[in-house]
């Protein structure tokens, strides 16, 4: 090799970098360029935010600020709703996943059209968000805590299903097999095999289920009723600010609570 | 023999009690009996309230196309539009503050105290939900998008310090000590290896995040009240009892998630996210 050969040796990788450096410069420039046609589309003014930042802090502490705790009987007893609801809805959806799971996984689903059928229900249900499911089952069941339970067992169905058949697909095949080889039947194999191997992972994604819940809670309450979302969306359209602000605390140490509480869980389960 | 555990019924147990089976067993009886305490005595079911015909022309007139006006057509896929473009400029804004906080919330390159400092906040304002951000902004900014966005971007932001942060923590340990060693500073330290090497991830972070992003954006316009996206179009059709035209704005959002949860598996695959 001789020497001039050896400099055009290190400018080849100089050209790589160069171009993916390029490349990557033009993407930026794409994604800003058109993320600003997107904001000019909807009317997003990044101006008027610095502008009225202070004069937005000042009105939200003017209206919001001291929270009053005046009905606070109502709130407890709406969190208390809440969390019920949450925790229920987590449940039953949890199970009802799971048996669609059962149904779903290619590992224990028998029947190839109930398979499609429930595979086809679950990205319906998983993709359309839950507060839709409100709005469009409202008409039918008008406002009140059956519909909210409702809509969170749709939400937690529909996410919990396809994790529910990934992780059945994903269990130990050794001991499906050496179970069927003494003779366990299907059931026996689901019971005794596939349960017991999955059971701490389903408990953890339905404690992850019930904390969606209750975040989502307060959205779905506003548009379905029950629990202390629909207390909020009285006191908004009431322009009771203050006590807003007091079920909006119960709301935030709800979660932060539960949030605790599944982190302990989770640690000691998994 | 002494050692053998023998259950109840005299058979030899096999398994031992951990206390991980007995937490499981815990939880999954409060959670049966809260279960069975809320439907069967703490629910109040209005049966009285169910329309039963009302339900049954919302089912029958879902896929009827054929029944959805031209204009409601056109009307709904601007404001489809709409709604991406709000959930994209939201995604976006949260990005740029997101990748400066993720850099000083990594653990790796950063001061203990301001990581823990920024991972505090993002799971303060994580806790308090998107609905009541929009609604504090309402007073400020009015019933725009810019109060949609600006509510929506407090959640945006920390979910990318929380998952960005994540990343960063996993870049190769070596490589920054090499960089340490031979006397870079800490913007070589950044541009020069975290973000290089995590770039993949975010690019998957941001597609995640401009996923659920619509997901709020479809329902932040019926619940505050922000006009033009998709869901407050669903919402007035459902209360005029156009319910073909509603069935038409599911199926729209339907197929926009789903197209954007192919993409992303796709993405995912990529860059192996869990």
């Not at chain 1, 669609?100 to 359309?128: D, H, W, Y």
């Not at chain 2, 740029?96 to 919330?105: C, E, Q, S, T």
């Not at chain 2, 690019?203 to 407050?232: D, K, L, M, Q, Y």
Request: aromatic content about 14%; proline content about 2%; charged content about 15%.
């Amino acid at each position: 090799m001789k020497f001039w050969q050896v400099k055009n040796f290190y400018e080849k990788p100089n050209d790589f970098f160069r171009e993916k450096r390029i490349k990557s410069y033009i993407g930026l420039a794409a994604i800003l360029i058109s993320s600003y046609f997107a904001a000019s589309l909807i009317g997003f003014d990044l101006i008027l935010i610095f502008k009225n930042f202070t004069k937005a802090v000042n009105r939200f502490f003017e209206l919001y600020i001291p929270p009053n705790f005046e009905e606070i009987n109502n709130l407890i007893e709406a969190m208390w709703v809440t969390i019920l609801l949450c925790i229920t809805a987590g449940t039953i959806g949890t199970f009802l996943a799971y048996a669609a799971a059962l149904g779903m996984s290619k590992t224990t689903g028998k029947i190839p059209f109930l398979r499609i059928i429930l595979r086809a229900l679950s990205t319906f249900l998983r993709n359309v968000p839950a507060s839709i499911w409100a709005i469009v089952l409202l008409m039918a069941f008008w406002f009140g805590e059956f519909l909210a339970l409702l809509v969170m067992i749709i939400g937690t169905f529909g996410f919990n299903a396809r994790l529910f058949s990934d992780m059945i697909d994903e269990t130990n095949k050794n001991s499906l097999e050496a179970l069927d080889s003494v003779g366990a039947n299907y059931w026996q194999i689901v019971f005794q095999g596939i349960i017991p191997e999955t059971l701490p992972t389903s408990i953890s994604w339905s404690l992850f289920s019930v904390e969606t819940n209750i975040r989502s809670s307060t959205i779905i309450g506003m548009l379905a009723g029950g629990g202390i979302g629909h207390l909020i969306g009285i006191y908004r359209h009431f322009r009771k600010f203050d006590q807003l602000t007091a079920a909006v605390i119960f709301v935030v140490l709800g979660i932060l609570a539960f949030d605790q509480l599944s982190v302990q869980i989770r640690k000691r389960i998994l | 023999m002494s050692d053998i555990r023998v259950s109840l019924t005299g058979k030899p147990k096999i398994k031992t009690l951990t206390t991980a089976d007995f937490i499981i067993s815990v939880v999954l009886l409060v959670f049966i009996l809260i279960t069975l305490y809320t439907i069967f005595f703490r629910i109040e079911y209005k049966w009285d309230d169910f329309q039963g015909d009302t339900a049954i022309s919302i089912a029958s007139s879902f896929i009827r196309f054929d029944k959805v006006g031209m204009e409601k057509i056109i009307e709904m896929i601007l404001s489809l539009i709409n709604t991406l473009s709000l959930a994209f400029v939201t995604t976006i804004n949260g990005f740029i503050l997101g990748i400066v906080l993720g850099l000083f919330a990594a653990r790796n390159i950063s001061n203990i105290h301001i990581s823990n400092f920024i991972r505090g906040a993002a799971s303060f304002i994580r806790s308090i939900p998107t609905i009541i951000w929009v609604l504090i902004f309402v007073s400020g900014y009015g019933l725009s998008a810019t109060t949609a966005v600006m509510g929506m971007f407090f959640h945006t932001l920390s979910f990318f310090i929380k998952s960005f942060a994540e990343t960063f923590e996993e870049v190769d340990k070596g490589t920054i000590e090499a960089l340490r060693a031979s006397g870079s500073n800490w913007l070589q330290i950044v541009f020069g290896t975290m973000l290089p090497s995590s770039l993949t991830k975010i690019i998957s972070w941001i597609a995640i995040r401009s996923e659920i992003n619509f997901g709020v954006a479809v329902v932040i316009g019926p619940a505050a009240g922000v006009p033009g996206t998709i869901g407050s179009l669903i919402n007035n059709a459902s209360r005029a009892g156009d319910y073909a035209t509603q069935g038409f704005g599911v199926i729209l959002i339907f197929l926009t998630a789903y197209i954007m949860e192919v993409l992303i598996n796709k993405i995912r695959q990529k860059s192996i996210i869990n």
